[in-house]
């Protein structure tokens, strides 16, 4: 079957810790997502990938990196920066960024703070 | 600011009742999209429109776009318990800068 696959499903960090959120996707889009998404708010988007090796801040990017090494692979990383880092995140991909092309999503990762 | 306002926030209907979920936009809409949400998971694609006056069904929701592409619509006929979670809006095009922006999101009961 294919699909968009995000894991884990909970993830917890700890205070000056980074984290790696994955997500994996077999549909050969050449797009992928990140988003978060806050109690009350739409979705704002982190970061994007319009091909391998290339990707583009989106609205919310600071305290975040990715990478994209990989057409099925867009991990994303939330780093010690991000002060406030409680959400819950999801993963999408697209055929393309050109606009108009549905994008699908993934499960989601709700990321917790000890 | 939001640039896709969605109405109401929140509501609760009774088993076997329509209704209709409204989303509104400061700008000209290219692709309108509506996408449904369970708590916790992932969001799942309903429909897309695109041309003004387009109207898309699936089963018992309709959704539908203005000829001024500025507003759609989401009917839902004959609610049934199954149809709870939240629907949200969202929008591309070059207004945008190609990029998808969602609206809050609707909050949706059925009572059974």
């Known amino acids: 079957d294919g699909g968009i696959t995000q894991s884990p499903k909970y993830l917890f960090r700890k205070e000056g810790q980074n984290v790696t959120l994955s997500c994996e996707q077999n549909l050969n889009h050449d797009a992928m997502y990140w988003y978060r998404q806050d109690p009350g708010q739409g979705l704002r988007l982190i970061y994007y990938?319009?091909?391998?090796?290339?990707?583009q801040k989106g609205d919310i990017a600071e305290g975040y990196s990715v990478s994209r090494e990989k057409k099925e692979s867009f991990p994303l990383t939330v780093t010690s920066a991000q002060k406030n880092p409680t959400a819950f995140y999801l993963c999408?991909?697209?055929?393309?960024?050109?606009?108009?092309?549905?994008?699908?999503f993934g499960p989601g990762t709700r990321l917790l703070v000890l | 600011s939001q640039e896709l306002e969605q109405s109401p926030q929140s509501l609760i209907v009774q088993e076997g009742k329509n209704l209709t979920i409204n989303c509104t936009s400061s700008?000209?809409?290219?692709?309108l999209y509506w996408y449904k949400q369970k708590y916790g998971e992932g969001l799942i694609f309903l429909m897309m429109l695109q041309k003004g006056g387009e109207e898309k069904s699936h089963e018992k929701i309709t959704a539908k776009l203005d000829e001024k592409k500025q507003q759609s619509s989401l009917h839902i006929t004959a609610s049934q318990p199954s149809h709870a979670g939240i629907y949200l809006c969202g929008a591309d095009g070059p207004l945008h800068g190609n990029k998808l922006v969602f609206g809050a999101g609707t909050i949706l009961r059925v009572k059974s």
């Open positions: 990938s319009q091909i391998v090796n290339d990707f």
């Open positions: 700008k000209t809409l290219y692709g």
């Open positions: 999408a991909s697209s055929i393309d960024t050109s606009g108009s092309e549905t994008q699908y």
